[in-house]
């Protein structure tokens, strides 16, 4: 029998009243946690008041939002379908011959819809206010404008090019623009001839090149030639060099692809922005499997008793799929696993997890 469009809309409709009800409430509970958690921090500093504690925790708002996706789910999920359980009503739809891969099937296509939603609209605009919130928080707490950051041997970036590579190096960075100072390039070619040193007092990032000044240029045997100023062709740009010392999450979902070629082309580490990339392009299966996996914990609770074990379980089993992630994540970020395999895997083996359950339970 095939599932009627009145009873998917009925469903689909239930399923996304209770994922508004429960998101809003993770998320509300969220925002105070962080309200107060910045308020501790914040204790004490000068020129830092309430309204820039809660503008940090409202720009920091879609990222919550976006980590207690998969929680509002499964939660919304259980609820749903504990609920239809309990009034009989999926009782009744089984007795007419609904399987429950049909009357999933309205809660699986939210899911994905939501997932979609969440990976092509809502994270572009979460990058943005994430990007701003990592400024002012870094402005506050450790007292620098720029997410760029500078280790105590200073600052090293390599590029490439046709002829081969570039390493630069410099003892700081001005904060007024991307300017480094007495900066140090070691010229090669190929990737391990090397060619000779430019060092120079400053190095300006200009549109397509690097503006040098006062350099003092050392190639091979000949004597060292001093050049007022001279220029670097370079593909890197302020935003390029930027972004590679921030978190891939202040990114948007459209810029990652581009911006990863770039920086793997510059030398750059993209692991990192790789497997965000790839977590973003997994998200929508992830909520598929947390259908799955609630509705397992879910469908029979008033037939079978146990009810509170019964949610208790599927809320552990939930956890466990989140903690499970992250290891595996991080797996992927030190290289001990390829990261498409990382980003992928939890996702995958968690939707196989939940069919084979409901297989069991069901058809079994």
């Not at 009925?10 to 105070?32: E, M, T």
């Not at 948007?252 to 793997?264: K, Q, R």
């Not at 914990?297 to 509170?308: A, C, I, P, Y």
């Not at 499970?324 to 895997?345: H, Q």
Request: aromatic letters at 10%.
């Amino acid at each position: 029998m095939r599932l009627s469009r009145t009873l998917s809309v009925y469903i689909g409709r239930q399923f996304l009243y209770w994922f508004a009800c429960v998101f809003f409430s993770l998320l509300a509970l969220a925002f105070v946690f962080d309200l107060v958690e910045l308020l501790r921090r914040i204790a004490g500093r000068q020129g830092a008041g309430l309204g820039i504690v809660i503008q940090l925790a409202l720009f920091k708002l879609p990222t919550m939002a976006q980590m207690l996706l998969p929680f509002a789910v499964l939660f919304s999920t259980m609820m749903t379908y504990w609920r239809l359980t309990r009034s009989q009503e999926l009782v009744v739809a089984r007795a007419a011959g609904v399987s429950v891969w049909q009357f999933l099937l309205p809660a699986l296509v939210a899911a994905l819809l939501i997932g979609t939603f969440r990976t092509t609209l809502f994270n572009p605009v979460a990058s943005v206010l994430t990007q701003r919130y990592e400024q002012i928080e870094a402005q506050i707490f450790r007292g620098r404008t720029s997410l760029l950051a500078v280790s105590e041997s200073g600052l090293w970036l390599r590029q490439m090019s046709d002829r081969g590579q570039s390493i630069m190096h410099a003892q700081g960075v001005s904060q007024q623009h991307m300017e480094l100072l007495d900066a140090t390039v070691f010229l090669y070619e190929g990737l391990d001839k090397y060619l000779g040193r430019i060092d120079a007092a400053s190095a300006r990032l200009e549109e397509g090149f690097w503006l040098l000044r006062d350099a003092l240029v050392s190639m091979g045997d000949r004597p060292p030639v001093r050049e007022p100023m001279m220029r670097i062709s370079t593909d890197l740009t302020l935003e390029t060099i930027q972004d590679s010392f921030a978190a891939p999450e202040t990114m948007s979902f459209w810029e990652l692809p581009a911006f990863i070629e770039v920086l793997e082309k510059a030398g750059f580490s993209a692991a990192r922005h790789r497997l965000h990339l790839h977590g973003l392009l997994a998200a929508p299966l992830m909520l598929c499997a947390m259908v799955l996996i609630a509705a397992t914990f879910s469908l029979r609770m008033v037939r079978r008793g146990g009810t509170l074990a019964m949610a208790g379980a599927g809320i552990f089993a939930g956890f466990l799929v989140y903690f499970a992630s992250d290891v595996i994540f991080a797996l992927g970020l030190s290289g001990r696993l390829p990261v498409e395999l990382a980003a992928w895997t939890p996702a995958s083996v968690s939707t196989l997890l939940g069919l084979a359950m409901l297989l069991h339970l069901e058809d079994g």
